[in-house]
């Protein structure tokens, strides 16, 4: 249980740290991080999806 809570809080602290510096590799990371993740290349695409349907919500940093 213990393992399961620092993976888990690890997945949260890369997204917290992506979000607050506008970081795609973080942004992945963190995504790779978690145990449900796919593949790398559809963690990738994911990622690029998600940031592609929120871009006008999103703050200027990551529109780069």
Known sequence: LT???HQHAMVQGLT?????RC???TALQALL???????P???EQ???QLLALNAEKLPPGWRR
Not at 16 to 20: D, G, K, L, T
Not at 33 to 39: F, G, S
């Open 3 to 5: 393992a399961l809570l």
């Open 16 to 20: 917290v740290q992506a979000a607050v």
């Open 23 to 25: 970081c795609r590799r």
């Open 33 to 39: 991080a978690d145990p449900l993740a796919p593949d």
């Open 41 to 43: 290349d559809r963690a």
């Open 46 to 48: 994911l990622l690029d």
